[in-house]
């Protein structure tokens, strides 16, 4: 019961923490903003550890199957970071914000093809935006997009390594998957792999979906330019770790899928086993 409790308030801290980052890094920080920074990081630190401190399932799914919300965790924390070192470059010089900055913009430039989702995200600025920033918009596309790549990697790679989630020990399906109801009818395996495929084209689609959408409402309402520092980081944060993470949520479900589809066959072969 301690260790849950423990594991649950250093969780909680590291949410808060991660809310925190562009408000403590970056100057000039407006005290509405300071006030809305430490409402939500109040609110996302205490679901955070009511959710792990309980026994029972809430909404985080894959609770107790590491290493799924800690890569994602990492991921979500290094985009943020280093998104505000990028903003911070425009402000204080330093060898780490130049080559953050610099790293970044070569990754951006690398990725800006036409009809790929860096482009698509820059044009959805407005026809009057600076060049420097489109420049800057770019480089935090490029780096945070890459950031998802290299996770959404990195997981297949564990997943194919370490044989997850039989890595983690025994899993349970309802406290891993709780908003996934087992009784709704229909074969188990079939929905879990249908559930998992529509995770993954949904993730593939929303880096392109999102842009369009953004510039609809910019055409229709007001214009999305993101000249907002913090509007900036959370918006392009959101835009390539939102469909990195439906891309493993779905891997994650054919995985569980295969799982129980496995143990299905194991025990209809034992029960043609002679006692």
């Given at each position: ?270 029960d043609f086993i002679p006692a």
């Amino acid at each position: 019961m301690l260790s849950r409790l423990t594991g649950a308030l250093v969780r909680a801290f590291l949410v808060v923490l991660v809310i925190s980052i562009p408000s403590l890094m970056l100057p000039g920080v407006s005290s509405d903003t300071v006030q809305i920074v430490a409402l939500v990081a109040f609110f996302a630190g205490a679901l955070t550890f009511f959710e792990y401190a309980s026994v029972y399932p809430g909404l985080v799914e894959f609770r107790d199957a590491p290493p799924f919300n800690r890569i994602r965790f990492v991921s979500l924390m290094a985009t943020v970071t280093l998104l505000s070192v990028v903003v911070l470059a425009r402000h204080e010089t330093t060898t780490l914000t130049r080559f953050v900055d610099v790293l970044g913009s070569a990754m951006a430039h690398s990725i800006d093809v036409p009809y790929s989702p860096v482009r698509l995200l820059v044009l959805m600025l407005p026809v009057d935006a600076s060049a420097a920033h489109i420049e800057i918009v770019r480089t935090a596309a490029g780096i945070s997009y890459m950031i998802s790549l290299i996770s959404l990697a990195y997981f297949v790679l564990i997943l194919r390594a370490l044989g997850w989630p039989y890595a983690s020990g025994g899993f349970n399906v309802w406290v891993n998957l709780p908003t996934f109801d087992p009784t709704a009818g229909g074969d188990v395996v079939e929905r879990l792999r249908r559930d998992g495929w529509f995770n993954i084209a949904l993730g593939f689609l929303l880096p392109f979906v999102i842009p369009a959408v953004l510039k609809a409402i910019s055409t229709s309402f007001t214009p999305v330019t993101l000249e907002n520092p913090h509007t900036m980081i959370w918006m392009v944060t959101a835009w390539a770790f939102l469909p990195a993470s439906l891309f493993m949520r779905g891997i994650a479900m054919g995985r569980v899928a295969a799982m129980i589809e496995q143990k299905r066959r194991a025990n209809h072969a034992a029960d043609f086993i002679p006692a």
